[in-house]
């Protein structure tokens, strides 16, 4: 498969922040955040557009040419000090002040953000409902980890349920170091990958 890549500009914000909320409504993260499913519904967008906002300012966006997939890239320097991160305030006040979930999710993994090595970290990639399962997301990827492979550089995510995190598995990512608990909630999966030589 030949998939088509372009960067996004501004100009696709809410067809990516649209894609985010369609691809990551039933997963399991988003359902503990948003428990309510009719409420899912009216803030899920507002609450991943923060990292469309984010990836936008201070990283990357990858699409496919057609919209079926995104993926959200920031190159993380060493030393980042992830307790300074605003991001789970900003989402938490985009999309649901009353929520503490909304914040309490990055906090807990900003908490375990490697900071030692500078790396490239897959904020979120999202394939539409209808496309996954066809590759789009490991082509998506390609570039990136291709050229931390030549640059020598490690990437980092973490995986929100068992499927993703055996797609990156596939990909080289090994989980490191305990999963995070969302209190009463499900298990999200700190995951690096060392450039391959």
């Not at 890549?5 to 409504?25: E, G, N, T, W």
């Not at 980890?145 to 973490?158: H, K, T, W």
């Not at 349920?161 to 909630?185: F, I, N």
Request: glycine letters at 8%.
């Amino acid at each position: 498969m030949v998939l088509e890549i372009r960067q996004a500009d501004p100009s696709d914000r809410d067809a990516v922040a649209r894609l985010l909320d369609v691809a990551f409504r039933d997963d399991p993260v988003s359902g503990w955040v948003f428990p309510d499913p009719e409420h899912r519904a009216a803030v899920h967008g507002k609450f991943l557009g923060v990292f469309v906002d984010v990836a936008l300012e201070e990283g990357r966006i990858d699409c496919a040419v057609d919209g079926s997939a995104a993926a959200l890239w920031l190159r993380v320097p060493a030393g980042a000090e992830a307790a300074e991160d605003e991001v789970p305030a900003r989402m938490r006040a985009a999309a649901d002040p009353d929520n503490e979930r909304c914040e309490l999710v990055g906090r807990l993994t900003g908490a375990v953000h490697p900071t030692a090595e500078e790396h490239e970290y897959l904020l979120m990639i999202a394939v539409a409902p209808g496309r996954q399962g066809e590759g789009l997301g490991t082509e998506l990827m390609r570039p990136v980890l291709e050229r931390c492979d030549r640059e020598g550089v490690p990437a980092y995510l973490e995986a929100s349920s068992e499927r993703s995190k055996a797609l990156y598995e596939r990909l080289g990512w090994e989980v490191t170091g305990e999963p995070v608990r969302l209190p009463d909630g499900p298990l999200m999966w700190p995951m690096w990958r060392k450039p391959r030589g």
